[in-house]
């Protein structure tokens, strides 16, 4: 059992990240979990970010407004396919460099002179996009976050976590389909169920709105890590 000590603090300190910032679960787990316990990607982590975010939905349920997010929605779905059949052909080291470059090169591109606004076509593609890291290595949320960065907190909280239930739920599917998420996989999840609980209770305990002025800047730089991290894991 000491093994499942690493998993279950990554996921705790990831489920914590994500209650403050509305993603981040996999941002902070993932790359050390390619490292030390592979066996918690892409499955049990996806299936702790959908616990994550039913919390969070329930939490910030007043929120939620599903209509503006439909774009974003209807895209996740070619995108889960794509991410699925992207795990059937390519390595995870090889994946995960292409979604570290790709997210490194979306914060470039926000901290610079471009502002992708939240249309119709853009929620499709940031969707599509999220399918896609979703489902092949579990960082689905940066370019998401990445488009809604200029939302109030609450309402991106609501929102990401919203998107976050549908985009998982798919992205099981998928990944039971082609055999990533079995009776293996449903057990470890079962394991990692209380840290992730902890991590969203311990969160709602800390002051947030002392930091909700700072969510953009927060945003930009755990995407950041997301795609540092990606690289270096991929490459150590």
Do not use: D
């Not at 910030?60 to 929605?73: C, F, K, N, S």
């Not at 798919?170 to 209380?194: K, T």
């Not at 930091?211 to 490459?235: D, F, K, N, Q």
Request: net charge positive; proline share 6%; hydrophobic share 60%.
């Amino acid at each position: 059992m000491t093994e499942l000590l690493v998993p279950g603090v990554l996921v705790f300190i990831g489920s914590l990240v994500q209650s403050a910032f509305g993603f981040g679960m996999a941002v902070i787990a993932a790359p050390l979990l390619v490292m030390f316990y592979p066996a918690a990607l892409p499955g049990p982590l996806v299936a702790m970010a959908l616990v994550q975010c039913l919390l969070m939905a329930m939490r910030h349920r007043r929120q939620i407004e599903l209509a503006p997010m439909a774009g974003a929605m209807v895209g996740r779905i070619p995108g889960s396919l794509a991410g699925a059949w992207l795990l059937t052909v390519f390595s995870t080291e090889g994946l995960s460099i292409f979604v570290g470059i790709a997210v490194l090169l979306a914060v470039v591109a926000s901290v610079g002179a471009v502002k992708i606004r939240p249309t119709r076509t853009s929620m499709f593609w940031a969707g599509a996009v999220s399918g896609v890291f979703g489902t092949s290595t579990t960082v689905g949320g940066p370019p998401m976050a990445l488009l809604m960065q200029h939302q109030a907190a609450a309402h991106l909280r609501g929102n990401l976590a919203a998107f976050f239930i549908y985009g998982c739920l798919i992205s099981l599917a998928m990944l039971a389909l082609i055999g990533r998420f079995g009776r293996e996989e449903l057990v470890l999840s079962l394991y990692l169920l209380p840290w992730t609980v902890a991590g969203y209770f311990l969160c709602q305990q800390l002051p947030l709105y002392r930091i909700e002025h700072r969510m953009r800047p927060a945003i930009l730089l755990l995407c950041a890590i997301s795609g540092l991290t990606a690289i270096v894991s991929a490459l150590v």
